[in-house]
């Protein structure tokens, strides 16, 4: 299944195609509009939230709620673009307006300066409005569908926020657990307190946070990603998905980097066997992938979000024209928006996750998918 995002952050909207989708999949569109406003809540959000509502358009590839196995195409209209137009819009916009929202003081950590070089540009606006994490509301939306598809295989996803800011979060969560909605999205109240406590301070000084977030997948059954070649491995495609994700800076799968610090004996997962249970392990330190292959145990995940770049209080840089010292443009921004990159990396892996399962089962409809998905071990 091939998804295909499109859509500038002040343009007029957000677009998303899905090619591959089985027919017969019932579509809830609540739950998508749900995941879309989810994904704009949180603690720490900025000011563009007041003014978007995020619905999802159905535009193309359903019918009467089911998929009919055409592309599948999802539309968000931009609210904002009605105050951007003079200067965002496709044929003619005025050269006054597209100076006065020109940004050249490029941001350290955003891709103004590597993007503009790139694409040679003299405003860094022709980069960040594709750079901006505005482009993760069509993501979440498409990727609902795919949770969708793995709901009706009986997969479920769930997360939490582990850390901000350096205030952990360490407690042991069920995936059930996972599913409670909290301010910031992390489940113990101490830590949540403090943490919200330490964006407000952030706020106040014209500075952003960054995180830590864990996502957990129960239901898998085992086989899924290829062992046989490398590109098709599970962990390096939900690595490569979750990197995707504006901001990411990180990924780990099951113990992570703490595989390093230990030996073989305390890291590696025994096998067991009994009739009633077949194959099972007592620990999950593999984050349920061995040998790029899902292995039936829950799959977890977490992945580190950067601070957001935009700071009130902007960094040292260079004027793109002049190569002045400058400070760093300051846009409206989130202080921390890890909450909804919770959101945007469960819906990633979602993505991931079902098309590795399209890939190996196949199917036209969703009853030659469940058919063959259930008759595996
Ligand atoms: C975002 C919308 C953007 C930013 C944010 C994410 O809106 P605006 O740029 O109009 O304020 O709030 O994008 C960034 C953090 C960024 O660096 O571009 C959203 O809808 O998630």
Known sequence: MKLTTAGESHGKA??????GVPAHLQLDVEAINGALSLRQSGYG???????????????????????????????????????????????SCDEGAMAKKALTKVRPGHADLTGM?????????????????????????????YRQYLSAL????????????????????????????????????KASELAQKKIDELKKAGDTAGGVVEIRVRGLKSGFGNVMTYA???????TAGLM???????????????????????????????????????TNRAGGIEGGMSNGEEIVIRVAMKPIPTLMKGLQ??????????????ERSDVCAIFAFKV??????????????????????????????????
């Open 232 to 238: 098709e491995k599970l962990d390096g495609q939900l």
């Open 117 to 145: 070089l790139k694409f040679d540009q003299t405003d860094a606006r022709n980069v960040l409005e594709r750079a901006s994490a505005r482009e993760t509301a069509i993501r979440v939306a498409a990727c609902e569908v």
């Open 154 to 189: 009986g997969v479920e996803i769930g997360g939490c926020v582990r850390e901000v800011c350096g205030i952990k979060d360490e407690g042991e969560y069920t995936l059930d657990e996972m599913k409670k909605v909290t301010p910031l999205g992390m489940l113990d109240e």
């Open 317 to 330: 840089t260079v004027e793109f024209g002049t190569k002045e010292i400058a400070t760093a443009a300051s």
């Open 14 to 19: 957000l677009v998303a195609i899905i090619e």
């Open 244 to 282: 995707s994700i504006q901001a990411a800076k990180g990924v780990e799968i099951g113990a992570g980097f703490a595989v390093a610090k230990t030996s073989g004996k305390d890291i590696h997962d025994e096998i067991f066997y009994d009739e009633k249970s077949g194959f099972y392990r007592n």
């Open 45 to 91: 959000r900025g000011a563009r939230q007041k003014i978007e509502k995020d619905v999802a358009e159905i535009l193309t590839g359903v019918r009467n709620g089911e998929t009919l196995g055409s592309p599948v195409t999802l539309c968000i209209y931009n609210k904002d673009y009605e105050n951007w137009k003079s200067s965002m819009s496709a044929d």
């Open 344 to 377: 945007i990396a469960e819906g990633v892996v979602a993505q991931v996750l079902a098309d590795a399962v399209q890939k190996r089962l196949g199917g036209d409809t969703m009853a030659q998918v469940k058919a063959r998905y259930n008759q595996l071990p």
